[in-house]
C-alpha cells in the first residue's frame, strides 16, 4: 500500500489565485481529514469527512472547501488564496469513522501565498 | 477550551540516554491518547497509542505512560539514537468522534 498520498509537495500561488490540494488514500479508511500546520502550532483541522458523501468543518474551515466523491479521495480546494493560508497542509485519515483511532498522515504540501 | 500542551519545547538528550517527554491534557473526557514524531520535512508518524483503560504501554523502545489522575501523558525512549531525533507530539481524542487535538510538539535533540 501506497499509505496517504498528497500533491502536490510544494505551491507558490498568488493572493486571489485558486488551486486544489491533492489527497489519496489506498488503505480503504472511512475516515479522511485536512490539516494545516504552522509554526509554534500544534496541528489545526480544517475539514474532515466520515465517509464517501458526507463533510463537515473542523476548527478553521474559512476559506477552504472540500468534497468526498469517493473513499479514496479527499481533495481540499482554496477558493482564493490569501497570504495568511501560507502553511504546511497535511491530509490524514483512519480505518474507522465514529471513534478516537489512529490517523495516518501523508507527507503534506507546502503553500506559499504571495 | 479543551488544549494539549507540552511542558517542555525542546529537550537534548545524549546519544545512549534514555528520553522522557511530557504531555498534559485538559479534557478528562478525552479516552484515547497518540504519541507522533514528526522528521523535518515530513508529515507526523505514528509511534504508539493509549486508551484510557490502561496506564501503560510498551513498544518497541517506547512507553507510554497515561496518569489519568493529574491528567499526564509522557513518552519514554529507551537507549535515545541519533535517529530519534525529530518533533514529538501528544494528541487526545475522545466519544463518538474521530476528531484529535495535538499538542504543539517538543524538539528532541539527540548529542552524539
Known amino acids: 500500500n501506497a499509505g496517504v498520498t498528497q500533491t502536490p509537495k510544494f505551491q507558490v500561488l498568488k493572493t486571489g489565485q485558486s488551486m486544489t490540494l491533492q489527497c489519496a488514500q489506498d488503505?480503504?479508511?472511512?475516515?479522511m481529514s485536512w490539516y494545516r500546520q504552522d509554526p509554534g502550532m500544534g496541528l489545526r483541522l480544517i475539514h474532515y469527512?466520515?465517509?464517501?458523501?458526507?463533510?463537515d468543518q473542523g476548527e478553521v474551515p474559512n476559506g477552504y472547501n472540500v468534497s468526498r466523491s469517493t473513499t479514496e479521495d479527499f481533495p481540499l480546494r482554496l477558493l482564493s488564496a490569501a497570504p495568511s493560508q501560507t502553511s504546511v497542509y497535511f491530509c490524514?485519515?483512519?480505518?474507522?469513522?465514529?471513534?478516537?483511532?489512529?490517523?495516518?498522515f501523508g507527507p503534506g504540501t507546502r503553500l506559499t501565498v504571495l | 477550551g479543551e488544549s494539549v500542551g507540552l511542558h517542555l519545547p525542546t529537550l537534548s538528550v545524549q546519544e545512549g540516554d534514555n528520553s522522557i517527554i511530557n504531555c498534559a491534557y485538559s479534557?478528562?473526557?478525552?479516552?484515547?491518547f497518540i504519541w507522533y514524531k514528526q522528521e523535518s520535512g515530513k508529515g507526523p508518524q505514528f509511534i504508539i497509542d493509549?486508551?484510557?483503560?490502561?496506564d501503560k504501554r510498551q513498544g518497541q523502545r517506547v512507553t507510554v505512560l497515561l496518569n489519568k489522575t493529574v491528567k499526564h501523558l509522557s513518552l519514554q525512549i529507551a537507549a535515545t539514537q541519533p535517529g530519534d531525533s525529530a518533533v514529538y507530539f501528544c494528541a487526545e481524542g475522545g466519544g463518538a468522534t474521530n476528531k484529535l487535538i495535538f499538542g504543539t510538539g517538543t524538539l528532541l535533540a539527540v548529542q552524539p
Open positions: 479534557n478528562s473526557a478525552s479516552d484515547y
Open positions: 469527512s466520515v465517509g464517501a458523501g458526507i463533510t
Open positions: 493509549i486508551r484510557s483503560n490502561m
Open positions: 488503505m480503504n479508511h472511512e475516515y
Open positions: 490524514a485519515s483512519s480505518l474507522i469513522s465514529g471513534t478516537a483511532d489512529t490517523q495516518y
